[in-house]
């Protein structure tokens, strides 16, 4: 089987480190920054940075209709940070411009100004039992989750830090800062599924072949 060729949207931000992640794991990871760049990916991660400049660079670019769009026909999206306030559909009580791809309200810069940055290990079920070192830098919270939000992770005073809709997920951390590839491994595994899944699917099934399955 080829490498998985996985886009980083690259306008602004913590790209490289999620690249970096991507290559040790033995994907092609492809930086994105125009909407020809998203052509052939089998998934996508927007990263952490300044979610306002992030969302002004890619709609001055056309990435963000290019993405809503993919993210509309089951395209898996990690958005990490800022790469999940520009998926949400609410951020801070509004409806957000951004890709709609998480039905979720997030909060930005949710933990204040002194403790604005902090790292803490979290319990992350669907990346097994050992806690994940979370890096928490200037984070937002998910607030409230639509049905169909599944939570994946949550601090110990229950506010929600990772969401999965689909094959669209979001975290308030950075695992690309750390040396667990755990979660790029999820996504990675999370994309190889769903492939294999629609490649033993029939697309369409004759008459003849549903009597014989019986
Ligand atoms: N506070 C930033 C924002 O609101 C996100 C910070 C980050 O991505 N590390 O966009």
Known sequence: MS??????????????????????????????????????????????????????????????????ERIGSGFPVVGTCAGMIVLAKHVDDEASPGLNG???????????????????????????????????????????????????????????VAVRQGSVIGVSFHPELTDDDR???LFLSLIAARETTASTTPVCSSPTAVGEVR
């Open 3 to 68: 490498a998985m060729r996985i886009g980083v949207l690259a306008l602004q931000g913590a790209f490289r480190e999620h690249i970096q992640a991507l290559v040790r794991l033995g994907a092609d990871a492809v930086e994105v920054r125009r909407p020809r760049d998203l052509d052939g990916l089998d998934g996508l991660i927007i990263p952490g940075g300044e979610s306002t400049t992030i969302r002004l660079l890619m709609a001055e670019y056309g990435l963000d209709d290019a993405i809503r």
């Open 102 to 160: 998480l039905d979720v309200q997030v909060h930005r810069n949710a933990f204040g100004r002194q403790v604005d940055s902090f790292e803490e290990d979290i319990a992350i079920p669907a990346l097994g039992d050992t806690l994940f070192h979370g890096v928490f830098i200037r984070a937002p919270i998910v607030e409230s989750v639509g049905p169909g939000v599944e939570v994946l992770a949550k601090l110990p005073d229950g506010r929600i």
């Open 183 to 185: 979660f790029h491994r």
